[in-house]
């Protein structure tokens, strides 16, 4: 069946604009998650949504970048007014729903901020 | 706060070869640990899934083991081939912070054919 789905795969930005990367879950999976890869840095937790709770936002690194998730599904990261710092590859991940799950990646997104 | 640290951060053997890849923890309170590789600008492809019930999980050549009291856990890859040339992550689910992983930064695999 379809994976997790990213768009786009890559972004180049200008410093100072505004990005939103998507993401499309697995069909059928309540838990989305957003994760930050830096160059030769491990997976950087950013947010979490589970159904129609309040979403876990405590990995967001400032409140230049908020996330939503629309009908339980597809999710939206959004970075304002980027920063170089921001260069990154961005991961989105979906499971089941239980802490007992497997999460499966999707492939990316890579956004590069000049 | 949990650290995941993974050991070696680079390792090259010949084709043919077994091999573990190591991975540590700090706190053994855990839902779980998984084992992912990673292809050079590709998403993370799960491996093995292991409960903190569980001792070790095998799928094809690779077993993993999970020592939760010691903060340990190995991932064996038998007869080694080209294709396993990726970098392999852990992650381990905290149970007081059940809503995310805590990734080690990798185990970069080279295998010469």
């Known amino acids: 069946g379809a994976g997790v789905s990213q768009s786009p795969s890559n972004k180049v930005t200008e410093k100072g604009k505004d990005v939103e990367l998507r993401c499309d879950p697995i069909?059928?999976?309540?838990?989305l998650y957003w994760y930050r890869q830096s160059l030769g840095q491990g997976l950087e937790f950013l947010i979490y949504f589970q159904g129609n709770s309040a979403p876990d936002k405590s990995g967001l690194p400032s409140d230049r970048f908020s996330a939503e998730r629309t009908g339980g599904s597809v999710s939206t990261l959004t970075i304002q007014r980027t920063q170089q710092e921001d260069s990154a590859v961005y991961l989105c991940?979906?499971?089941?729903?239980?802490?007992?799950?497997?999460?499966?990646f999707g492939p990316g997104t890579r956004l590069t901020v000049l | 706060k949990q650290e995941v640290t993974q050991i070696p951060a680079a390792l090259s053997v010949p084709e043919g070869e077994n091999l573990v890849l190591n991975c540590s923890f700090t706190d053994s309170a855990i839902y779980n640990l998984q084992w992912f590789r990673q292809d050079p600008g590709k998403g993370l492809t799960s491996l093995l899934l292991?409960?903190?019930?569980?001792r070790e999980q095998t799928s094809g050549r690779l077993n993993a083991s999970l020592d939760k009291s010691s903060g340990r856990s190995t991932l064996y890859i038998a007869a080694s081939q080209p294709g396993d040339s990726a970098t392999y992550l852990c992650?381990?689910?905290?149970?007081?912070?059940?809503?995310?992983?805590?990734f080690g930064t990798g185990t970069s695999l080279t295998v010469i054919p």
């Open positions: 069909s059928g999976h309540t838990a």
């Open positions: 292991i409960q903190s019930s569980q």
């Open positions: 992650a381990v689910r905290p149970t007081n912070t059940g809503n995310q992983f805590y």
């Open positions: 991940a979906s499971s089941l729903g239980q802490v007992t799950d497997t999460q499966y």
